[in-house]
């Protein structure tokens, strides 16, 4: 870089001219991706929205719940061709503006959680209206928008369920990185995973892929994780109960998330629903990318006894109102933590770990049994077990796991970081 100046301060001075250095170039994308739709009028500030297939073969579309409760909704319905319940090969390509003039090399992926999509996690917390966010009032803007306003080149990936197998969803974060590149002519990009999004990324890096898909391709310089159970989770079975009252029809609620149940009594009803379980039963399966976030931690910080029937909920069995297997056995149909560590991050990826410290969370039954954001636990959010190259780990006090994502404390580490 020095050598480059000094030529071309020694051209100045005798008056030859020298050409800029090229920018780069653009190439094809991946033969196996096909681009099905583009939409130019995007809600909540984003440029532009890209469908796409992964045409691969080895793709497995994954049960919905059938009440709908995991269908698409809102502009990605729309996106999504109007299917409710797309085939798990498909996904969106967001991109924000400036994807194409930010000033900054290295552009960045944003990857979320469960139950969510691109638009509230990133571009307009206040999608949900008020709590939606982890907050009683919610910003209408988020870190699309800090990042984008600051140079950055962003880009963020939507997937076809909600709740998805993440060995599947790490491939297509792979295509989203593939495709990047190809449009910038970019050899890196970096990543940020919220919540269950840091699975499918961390999957991508380590390599962990089902038996069909591609390894890395060694283009991710770094990782940032915001909340991520990097040492698992264990919310589901330690909190059942009061879980379950946000989540079984018969008490009134349909939220989209696991029930470690398959029998549970609401209003005098004793009713039976497999299909919200989160292990398999009865042939259902409709939250694989949750069981594969389990690990116990009974042995570290017990298990909450003031819950109704905690025990048999943890360890499985018929309890006065519910009947579940218990995690161990949620565990060995599928958790993908010990298999993520013992792959490991490259130690060409730079890993940097956020953690939120408040456990408070409004209509949410906080977890209480140690340090947590309220669902995951600080010592899983920083726990650095398999990865290569720990570049930082920063906790941010004052925020749950709702925040973590928009909070101005959050965004601007994640902005650190990135530099």
Known sequence: MRLLSLVAAAAVVVG????????????????????????????????????????????????????????????????????????????????????????????????????????????????????????ATCPSTGLMQYLSSRGYRVFAIGFAHKQGENRQQAQQVGDAIALIKARLGVSQVDLVGWSKGELSTRMYVSSVKPPWGRTDAGDVRKLITLGGPNGGYDYPFAHGYAHDLSIWPECGVNINAPSPHTRMTCYGAYTYHPELSITPTAGWDTYPGQR??????????????????????YYGGQGFYTDGTGIQAAIDAGSMISAIQSAGTPASVSVYLLAGGSPNIVGVFNENRGPSDGIVFVASALNSTGIGHLAATALVGSVNHLQLGWASASMSQVTSWLA
């Open 16 to 135: 030859v001219e020298v050409a800029a250095p090229a920018p780069p170039v653009a190439s094809a994308a991946p033969a196996y991706l096909t681009n099905e739709a583009t939409f130019g009028t995007v809600a909540n500030g984003w440029a532009k929205v890209e469908r796409y297939r992964d045409t691969t073969p080895g793709f497995a579309d994954e049960q919905y719940p059938p009440d709908g409760r995991g269908n698409q909704d809102g502009q990605r319905l729309t996106f999504f061709g109007g299917v409710a319940q797309p085939s798990s090969s498909r996904f969106l390509l967001y991109s924000a503006p400036g994807w194409s003039t930010g000033a900054k090399t290295t552009p960045v992926l944003l990857v979320h959680g469960a139950n969510d999509n691109p638009d509230r996690a990133w571009a307009n917390p206040n999608e949900s209206g008020g709590f939606g966010c982890g907050s």
């Open 292 to 313: 594969q976030m389990l690990a116990r931690f009974d042995g570290t910080f017990g298990v909450d006894g003031s819950q109704q029937d905690w025990y048999t909920t």
